[in-house]
């Protein structure tokens, strides 16, 4: 076989492909020409690309069977807009064999091309060609398009190299199982196990059915979290509801959250360091999921012999005993990626009830083990907890009766639990932590400290600030000042910052001499000590709202094509930030300014004045005015636009923290509270503002059933609530109620609220004033709005929100006119059939 990179570029009157040959390096150009395209295809040819299964590989197929430029433009926007190339109806009359693979598959969500280049030390510099040009492209542009075009073939072909164990691996287990080379290089790991256990897709209905194990001792787990677990029982809940739910609760002295996908606890900003009389042990369970795959029966019940797991966790075991690395490397993909197949409702390995049961009966039977050390042991200190193992402190003396409880646990569980024995410990918080063991080997957790390329889940690579997260490990190891590690590094790639807007944002700009300088969606970037150059900001896409991109400095300094030296950075930011982080592992807090009071510089004369309270406040709506924030919400007979709560909430928080405050919101049964508390002097200046809160009742269908239950009628109230106080708190402005509402019938049209919901005597009072009632809408009407929303509900529950947003308008379908009722419908209809929204 053949190993052939590519990629490609379309626009409205040319498209260009590019492939490298691996063996050789050589690249070959194609421009608008789809024989020579055709005679790049080998059948014994497999062709790499980023992205290419949901994009590049229908360009080709497009351009291999003569299609128009213009036609693959079509395709091209078809595709770019989210559409499926299989579902591309000019399409589905054409097929030849392309060997496709997609070394974007199994990659960190998320992780674009160009970030991946910038992570790796390459140019990032992007085309200046425009891709909306309504033209064929010059000789010029061809020519830098088609330059930008190799780079990136380069970039996926190191991408390649990186994960080169990935793609063996791969084709070792294809191999396995009989498996033809091509079909197990394209497959996800997950679509790749599937086949390797040769799944049939069943469906199934029992996926709430959860039974504790047998040998479960659930007398020993706190009731408030066997509580928690028990809501899968309650079917009034519904999935997309109860599986976002989590539980904390303090356990031995320390903060955890149980989930449906684990359990996590740590204690924060803490340091322990072994002695004669005191030891720090953490004990993890050996390969947690497979065993209890295993052990209990939770493989899914679409894999027809279960023998074909169970011999690939045999068999890696005495790859492990024979030393045959590769193999035992090869074995541990597919054992650890069924757990997560089983839960993807798009693999042939979907079971719900199984994978549901492994993932909490692994939390209980830890929990199990911990609570037994906790009672049994009087000196034992809880450091840390997640989903397959512990970490505590104990006096030595009481080491034996750990052991003793701990090898009763395994022989009751059947699970092998390993012992890391540790003389240093560092906990930030649950994600992250640094741990030396006696034997000397450093182990780090977390995005604090780690970096480079990342095997563990997804396939990552993070390159940023790499400078002070060694600065941070060479301090904690060997108590190396920062300013030490930080000074002395010469690689200027050590300081880089990739700065991403990420895919919900349309463009971004830097701010350079006070003006905004449109810049790349993906940018290196460096401290600098220049201050004409400022930060980066984000446009979001449907809103034009504008935050900063997270993490940079004030004055950023880009460089994109690699041409500062390590003369251009400002190191005493990355100092800065290496000491900051380096208190928050040891919990030390920043001190508050004298005075309690926080300086704020003016643009124009760089002078610090303090403000109070009210004072921050007026600043703040005077911001998010001048931010000139966009109302995406539509009231529903679509006359004007209202402000969601999405709209609100990130520019609000951006404004609340640059000037100094935070709000914070509160719900009794009646009244909804939002307190905005400056900061700097939280216990003494603050501002209330309060309004009343009624819940809204759950939807009831026309068949006397809920179709929302109580769980998200309250979400919605909270949410609706929520937006309400935000508006009075930052005094924004929408359209008068009454004016909007001149020329309409009563009762009046509905429109986004102005006040909170309606109690039920309140609503009785306005359905006696009302003047024309006989204008509400029929009780036929009402039963034909419920049932389109029911289908809508059903068809895309995403929906919902909005769903429950009108059942607040209309005060739970009793108060809508005839003309608003059909207006309505109309338009749920025309979602439902794939119309405008």
Same mark, same amino acid.
């Given at each position: 076989?053949?190993?052939?990179?590519?990629?490609?570029?379309?626009? %409205?009157?040319?498209?260009?492909?590019?492939?490298?040959?691996?063996?050789?390096?050589?690249?070959?150009?194609?421009?608008?020409?789809?024989?020579?395209?055709?005679?790049?295809?080998?059948?014994?040819?497999?062709?790499?690309?980023?992205?290419?299964?949901?994009?590049?590989?229908?360009?080709?197929?497009?351009?291999?069977?003569?299609?128009?430029?213009?036609?693959?433009?079509?395709?091209?926007?078809?595709?770019?807009?989210?559409?499926?190339?299989? &579902?591309?109806?000019?399409?589905?009359?054409?097929?030849?064999?392309?060997?496709?693979?997609?070394?974007?598959?199994?990659?960190?969500?998320?992780?674009?091309?160009?970030?991946?280049?910038?992570?790796?030390?390459?140019?990032?510099?992007?085309?200046?060609?425009?891709?909306?040009?309504?033209?064929?492209?010059?000789?010029?542009?061809?020519?830098?398009?088609?330059?930008?075009?190799?780079?990136?073939?380069?970039?996926?072909?190191?991408?390649?190299?990186?994960?080169?164990?990935?793609?063996?691996?791969?084709?070792?287990?294809?191999?396995? %199982?009989?498996?033809?080379?091509?079909?197990?290089?394209?497959?996800?790991?997950?679509?790749?196990?599937?086949?390797?256990?040769?799944? &049939?897709?069943?469906?199934?209905?029992?996926?709430?059915?959860?039974?504790?194990?047998?040998?479960?001792?659930?007398?020993?787990?706190?009731?408030?979290?066997?509580?928690?677990?028990?809501?899968?029982?309650?079917?009034?809940?519904?999935?997309?509801?109860?599986?976002?739910?989590?539980?904390?609760?303090?356990?031995?002295?320390?903060?955890?959250?149980?989930?449906?996908?684990? /359990?996590?606890?740590?204690?924060?900003?803490?340091?322990?360091?072994?002695?004669?009389?005191?030891?720090?042990?953490?004990?993890?369970?050996?390969?947690?999921?497979?065993?209890?795959?295993?052990?209990?029966?939770?493989?899914?019940?679409?894999?027809?012999?279960?023998?074909?797991?169970?011999?690939?966790?045999?068999?890696?075991?005495?790859?492990?005993?024979?030393?045959?690395?590769?193999?035992?490397?090869?074995?541990?993909?597919?054992?650890?990626?069924?757990?997560?197949?089983?839960?993807?409702?798009?693999?042939?390995?979907?079971?719900?009830?199984?994978?549901?049961?492994?993932?909490?009966?692994?939390?209980?039977?830890?929990?199990?083990?911990?609570?037994?050390?906790?009672?049994?042991?009087?000196?034992?200190?809880?450091?840390?907890?997640?989903?397959?193992?512990?970490?505590?402190?104990?006096?030595?003396?009481?080491?034996?009766?750990?052991?003793?409880?701990?090898?009763?646990?395994?022989?009751?569980?059947?699970?092998?639990?390993?012992?890391?024995?540790?003389?240093?410990?560092?906990?930030?918080?649950?994600?992250?932590?640094?741990?030396?063991?006696?034997?000397?080997?450093?182990?780090?957790?977390?995005?604090?400290?780690?970096?480079? /390329?990342?095997?563990?889940?997804?396939?990552?690579?993070?390159?940023?600030?790499?400078?002070?997260?060694?600065?941070? $490990?060479?301090?904690?190891?060997?108590?190396?000042?920062?300013?030490?590690?930080?000074?002395?590094?010469?690689?200027?790639?050590?300081?880089?910052?990739?700065?991403?807007?990420?895919?919900?944002?349309?463009?971004?700009?830097?701010?350079?001499?006070?003006?905004?300088?449109?810049?790349?969606?993906?940018?290196?970037?460096?401290?600098?000590?220049?201050?004409?150059?400022?930060?980066?900001?984000?446009?979001?896409?449907?809103?034009?709202?504008?935050?900063?991109?997270?993490?940079?400095?004030?004055?950023?300094?880009?460089?994109?094509?690699?041409?500062?030296? $390590?003369?251009?950075?400002?190191?005493?930011?990355?100092?800065?930030?290496?000491?900051?982080?380096?208190?928050?592992?040891?919990?030390?807090?920043?001190?508050?300014?004298?005075?309690?009071?926080?300086?704020?510089?003016?643009?124009?004369?760089?002078?610090?004045?303090?403000?109070?309270?009210?004072?921050?406040?007026?600043?703040?709506?005077?911001?998010?005015?001048?931010?000139?924030?966009?109302?995406?919400?539509?009231?529903?007979?679509?006359?004007?636009?209202?402000?969601?709560?999405?709209?609100?909430?990130?520019?609000?928080?951006?404004?609340?923290?640059?000037?100094?405050?935070?709000?914070?919101?509160?719900?009794?049964?009646?009244?909804?509270?939002?307190?905005?508390?400056?900061?700097?002097?939280?216990?003494?200046?603050?501002?209330?503002?309060?309004?009343?809160?009624?819940?809204?009742?759950?939807?009831?269908?026309?068949?006397?059933?809920?179709?929302?239950?109580?769980?998200?009628?309250?979400?919605?109230?909270?949410?609706?609530?929520?937006?309400?106080?935000?508006?009075?708190?930052?005094?924004?402005?929408?359209?008068?109620?009454?004016?909007?509402?001149?020329?309409?019938?009563?009762?009046?049209?509905?429109?986004?609220?102005?006040?909170?919901?309606?109690?039920?005597?309140?609503?009785?009072?306005?359905?006696?004033?009302?003047?024309?009632?006989?204008?509400?809408?029929?009780?036929?009407?009402?039963?034909?709005?419920?049932?389109?929303?029911?289908?809508?509900?059903?068809?895309?529950?995403?929906?919902?929100?909005?769903?429950?947003?009108?059942?607040?308008?209309? &005060?739970?379908?009793?108060?809508?006119?005839?003309?608003?009722?059909?207006?309505?419908?109309?338009?749920?209809?025309?979602?439902?059939?794939?119309?405008?929204?």
């Amino acid at each position: 076989m053949r190993l052939i990179v590519y990629d490609v570029e379309v626009f %409205a009157f040319d498209w260009i492909v590019v492939f490298k040959d691996v063996e050789t390096g050589t690249h070959t150009v194609i421009h608008n020409d789809s024989e020579a395209l055709r005679e790049c295809l080998y059948d014994d040819g497999i062709y790499v690309g980023f992205n290419s299964k949901h994009y590049d590989q229908f360009i080709i197929k497009a351009a291999a069977n003569d299609f128009s430029p213009q036609e693959i433009k079509r395709l091209n926007d078809f595709l770019i807009g989210g559409g499926r190339g299989w &579902e591309y109806a000019p399409l589905k009359a054409f097929y030849f064999r392309f060997n496709n693979v997609d070394i974007r598959d199994d990659v960190q969500l998320g992780l674009s091309l160009k970030a991946i280049e910038g992570h790796m030390g390459m140019d990032i510099q992007e085309t200046e060609v425009s891709f909306d040009l309504d033209r064929q492209l010059t000789e010029e542009e061809l020519q830098q398009t088609v330059h930008y075009c190799k780079h990136d073939v380069d970039a996926t072909h190191e991408l390649m190299k990186l994960r080169a164990d990935y793609l063996k691996t791969k084709k070792n287990l294809g191999k396995r %199982a009989g498996i033809d080379e091509v079909k197990s290089l394209a497959a996800t790991n997950a679509k790749l196990t599937a086949m390797m256990l040769r799944a &049939e897709r069943k469906e199934w209905d029992d996926g709430r059915e959860y039974v504790y194990p047998a040998n479960l001792d659930t007398a020993v787990i706190p009731k408030p979290i066997l509580d928690f677990f028990e809501t899968i029982h309650d079917k009034s809940i519904p999935d997309e509801v109860l599986f976002k739910t989590s539980f904390e609760i303090e356990i031995g002295g320390m903060p955890c959250k149980y989930a449906w996908g684990g /359990v996590h606890g740590s204690l924060t900003g803490y340091y322990e360091e072994a002695t004669e009389d005191r030891v720090i042990q953490n004990r993890d369970v050996s390969s947690l999921y497979p065993s209890l795959i295993e052990i209990y029966n939770y493989l899914s019940r679409n894999v027809p012999d279960p023998e074909l797991f169970y011999a690939i966790k045999r068999d890696r075991i005495q790859a492990k005993h024979n030393g045959d690395k590769q193999t035992a490397k090869d074995l541990k993909l597919p054992l650890n990626t069924v757990s997560g197949a089983q839960e993807n409702r798009y693999n042939d390995l979907y079971d719900p009830l199984p994978t549901r049961s492994l993932r909490i009966s692994g939390q209980l039977f830890l929990t199990v083990l911990t609570m037994r050390l906790l009672n049994a042991c009087k000196t034992i200190k809880l450091l840390n907890l997640n989903t397959d193992g512990l970490m505590y402190s104990i006096d030595k003396s009481e080491l034996a009766l750990v052991d003793k409880i701990a090898h009763a646990w395994e022989a009751e569980t059947k699970f092998e639990l390993e012992v890391d024995d540790i003389q240093r410990v560092w906990i930030k918080d649950v994600n992250n932590l640094l741990m030396i063991k006696t034997d000397g080997e450093v182990k780090t957790v977390g995005g604090y400290l780690n970096y480079g /390329v990342s095997v563990k889940g997804a396939w990552a690579i993070n390159n940023n600030m790499v400078i002070v997260k060694k600065a941070l $490990i060479e301090y904690f190891v060997h108590g190396t000042p920062v300013e030490e590690t930080i000074n002395g590094s010469t690689d200027i790639f050590d300081f880089q910052l990739i700065a991403k807007a990420g895919a919900k944002y349309r463009e971004a700009y830097h701010i350079v001499d006070g003006e905004q300088v449109p810049v790349q969606k993906v940018n290196r970037v460096y401290a600098t000590a220049n201050e004409r150059y400022g930060k980066l900001f984000k446009v979001k896409a449907e809103t034009d709202a504008t935050a900063k991109i997270e993490m940079l400095p004030d004055h950023c300094i880009i460089d994109n094509d690699n041409h500062l030296t $390590i003369d251009d950075v400002d190191r005493t930011f990355y100092i800065e930030m290496a000491k900051k982080r380096i208190n928050d592992f040891l919990g030390i807090k920043p001190e508050k300014k004298k005075g309690g009071k926080r300086k704020m510089a003016t643009t124009a004369k760089k002078e610090t004045v303090t403000l109070n309270v009210y004072q921050k406040l007026l600043k703040a709506r005077e911001m998010f005015l001048q931010a000139d924030v966009q109302k995406t919400g539509k009231n529903m007979h679509l006359s004007f636009k209202y402000f969601e709560l999405d709209d609100i909430v990130p520019t609000a928080t951006r404004i609340f923290s640059e000037v100094g405050l935070i709000p914070i919101v509160n719900f009794t049964s009646d009244v909804a509270t939002m307190k905005i508390v400056n900061i700097d002097n939280p216990d003494e200046e603050y501002i209330p503002f309060v309004a009343p809160f009624n819940q809204i009742a759950p939807i009831i269908s026309n068949a006397g059933k809920q179709a929302t239950n109580e769980m998200q009628a309250l979400g919605s109230s909270i949410t609706y609530m929520r937006r309400y106080l935000y508006m009075i708190a930052l005094d924004i402005c929408e359209s008068d109620s009454i004016d909007s509402d001149i020329g309409k019938p009563t009762p009046a049209p509905v429109s986004a609220l102005k006040a909170p919901p309606a109690t039920p005597e309140q609503r009785q009072e306005v359905k006696q004033e009302l003047t024309a009632p006989q204008d509400n809408a029929t009780p036929l009407q009402i039963k034909g709005l419920k049932a389109v929303l029911k289908k809508l509900k059903d068809a895309d529950p995403t929906k919902e929100e909005m769903i429950a947003q009108i059942a607040v308008q209309t &005060e739970g379908f009793t108060s809508i006119s005839k003309s608003d009722c059909e207006t309505l419908i109309q338009k749920i209809t025309a979602m439902l059939e794939g119309g405008n929204e």
